[in-house]
């Protein structure tokens, strides 16, 4: 709308009474914002970061394996497995602070007569060349992957040479003789004495780049390029593996008056032999960025590595461009040199190509593989120089090689000074390719260079159904996604910097800060956008559920506020999937183990649940409220929310809650008769329902529901509260009384409160059960699972109380878990129920998240939960599920302290910040993401993302003034409304 102008405002309303004159709104237009920044280097210089750690040369790593249910295998320099579905034990990566380190680490590894069971990946039988133990320690000396051997000497047909890929526990065995790799740390080897580290932030995980939903690469802090799932290996395959690809790297050279060179890796500990390491490398990570910062004395320039990949919220077509961006910057602080400096990266031929050479526009190097297996397609790595606001290919600089090893290709790059040799033909030897790009940087002066990974892997499979990959529809091949992603490089960070903002409240303490920004990398880790536009994600990284109604509902408000398209698919899925009998199914393509062998995606295998079909209803609610077409949606999916009604109903005919039935926590089986968690979920879902019904005209049946939400509060005070909380289940067969208080209970109460659906429920109650959750089950890393238990889950027994933490390892899920999501969900209903002081709720949620951030030093790979481990840094272990996103319910604390309510049907939006933090907040909504901020008695609304309509607007009970058409803005707008015309007038 154009902007009022002052004498029209002005002029008097028709009222006698003039303090209401002076309580009008004035609202200007401001006009569109435009980024302050008007290069591509303001733009990196303005990112921000919340965590920071480094990594020096002269730390050890390795894996060690500690007691764990199943997550995904991990691998650190051939250490480890590769796999998706791992269990009795996690393979975890820890620093080895060494106590007594031997520097001849082959000094006393050779133990006759032992053996080292497990982890071969090849034998060599005994042969000429292969007559005794010194034969394999050679020979696992100069293999890359070989970190432990064994020689059996014997006449046994286990005779010969067996190379390990990782250093099991010694035993004994007559005939054998085992050893370390010469160089290798290890306690198992016998040489070290070691206390296990964490290893800094960035080692264990970091910021997933790539696309969304199309595969992503990792970053690490000390220069690895991990964790790559860009070629179709994700976990929906029983036998797939992950896959780290150790010998793709970068590397840089400088040099002045070709009188002084020097070359290093940018890698802290290299794969390969004799590549020169750099000193050290800091880190820094925020969805969707990565930076390093290159710490190393013998270089003669500064330089600065930011990685990043597309993110724009409310818009998955322009993120989904499978490509990466490293740029360098590079600084000469010479006073009276220029120096020259050369890039270099090396990459492996990881999928087997055809070919194998220069790409098409010369300024970089080109894989491809024919066929349609997962891993058909081609990859591209190619050279960008950085003007002021866009990418040009760097031909002229850029040199190329196609060579047999890592080692050959960075020799040539060391012999001519930073540059390669433009050869290289495809055969079986050569199976690495390099890029080099090389500059001379004037004295005092900065330079920068973007290399740009990008791919093209179309074919991907489910169960051998081709399914392929969305961003096929808008990319012909890698080197198209690579001139798209460089040709948007300034749009892409430009949405970064916006998205940076919505996160980045500098009245948020930092914690909640760097968690929300990180929290959307779970998206594009688990999340698989397929040809023809289905989004699906996995239940996590080790288990390929696909979209359990019981994970999805935890992630769905992030989804909602940031991908409503996405979310939208899921909770379609549930309603045109919905079984005869009104069950919202929990399986979709296989449960943890894998697809089941033929095509199974989207394809419902029951498994009733008593959350399944509550949160259905919430999920369509939630829609309605919110959504610009929410009441279509809703009215299309009627039918189906009826039908899961009266499966709820049915279900809570015997004691007016649903009865008998397995919820999230399924790993512990049904819990009770009936217990709190399932009591909550119905409650709200009774209360959306009931508004549904009404809304379909269905009046009958919406007082129906009334009544059965009547009796169910009834029975939840009946049945399930003590006198100071809800107990956690309520056994039918029971003669004595159960005080057992689970986390989490009252999730469905955290919805009702989110969604304005009244329950009925005493919050009297509600707050005391809060207080005494947080006085039995609250521990320094979160809130534990459960406590006071004296029967077994099943009503089948009496046991001890569950009040204590084991102080030895375990296999299994026990009370004393930490349930990361219930923390956040104690923290959301303590800071809107008033229980205690924002500040004291927001420590609850600190405990989990610093947990990760500072005790784990691994945030960007949340667990479903965590437990003790007297061994482990803190005491403390990641116990079940990789890269999960039940902790995306995280987004309900800035609602929280905003007071945010919407209602799409009437367009009003209100707010009621808390006190401390009334001065700047976020605007969350399905239609468009945006903050507002406080300048006196004025708020300046701002758009980044979607848009925003609104007939009304509240903030703390005062309603603000708009024009006849009311508030409408789109993306880059800036707003502002006054709360006081007279004070604005007199100023």
Known sequence: PEPLSLPRLLKAPPTTDMSLFFAFVFFTSVGRTVSAATSIAELIDGLQFRNFDAVRKEQYFSISTISSIYNEGYTYMSQGKSSFHFGGGLPYLFELKPSDVNDNASTGTIKMDTDYPGDDYLHLPKSSTMLNYTDCEARCDGDDKCLAWVFDGTDRTSNGCWLKSAVPQRVAKQGDTSGCKKGILNKNCGNLNVTLATPPSGMRSSVPLGSLGGGNIELRADGRLADWSIFNNEPEEKD?????????????????????????????????????SVQSLSYEGAFPVSRITVNDSSLLANVQLTAFSQFEPHSPNTSITPAIVFLFDIHNPSTSLDTDVGIWFNLPDVIEANSFGPATSKNGILLAKGGNSPASGNMTVQVFDVLKDHLVPAAADTTWQVSDSIDANWKTF??????????????????????????????GSNSSVAIVLAWFFPHRQWSATEVGNYYSNFFKSAEDAATVMAQNTTQTLDAILKWQKVCFNDHYPEFLQDTLINSAGTFGKTGIFLRDGRWRQFESKSCSQMEPPHIHFYRALAYNFLMPSLERQTVELYADTQLPDGTISEQFGGGCGGASGSYDLDHPKGGARGDDNGVF???????????????????????????????????????????????????????????????????????????????????????????????????????????????????DNAQYSLQALQSDSLYGQLWATMLGLNTSTNATKLVSHLKTERKWNLTPYGIRFCTNRTTDYHCNGLRPATVFVPESPYVGFEDFDTWEAHSYNHAFLSIYHNVTSVSESLTIAQLVADKYRKTLKDQWDYRDLSSTYPDAPGKIRPVCNSHYSRQLIFWTIPIALSGQRYDASTRALTFDPKPGYDTHWPILLPSGTGIITKQRECYKFQVLFGSLEASSITIREKRLALTEDGFKSTAGDTKILCSSIYKLAKE
């Open 240 to 276: 797939g593996a992950k896959m780290d690809v150790d010998e793709a790297a970068f590397g840089i050279s400088t040099a002045q008056n070709s009188t002084y060179y020097t070359s290093v890796l940018l890698r802290t500990h290299p794969s390969g032999t004799g590549l020169p």
């Open 617 to 731: 209803i919430l999920d369509v609610w939630m829609n309605f409220l919110w959504t610009i077409d929410g009441e279509q949606f809703a009215s299309r999916v009627w039918p189906q929310v009826y039908k899961a009604l009266l499966w709820q109903l049915k279900h809570a005919a015997m004691y007016g809650l649903t009865t008998n039935l397995v919820n999230t926590f399924d790993e512990h089986g049904q819990i009770g008769t009936v217990n709190s968690y399932n009591a909550f979920v119905y409650l709200a879902s009774l209360a959306a329902g009931e508004i549904l019904a009404d809304k379909a005209g269905n009046h009958t049946f919406a007082a129906e529901i009334q009544k059965a939400k009547e009796i169910g509060v009834r029975q939840l005070d009946e049945l399930l509260w003590t006198g100071t909380h809800y107990r956690s289940f309520w056994c």
């Open 414 to 443: 060391d012999d001519l000074g930073g540059k390669l040799s433009n050869k290289g033909e495809t055969n079986e030897a050569n199976k690495h390719g390099a890029v080099a790009w090389s500059s001379t940087v004037p004295k």
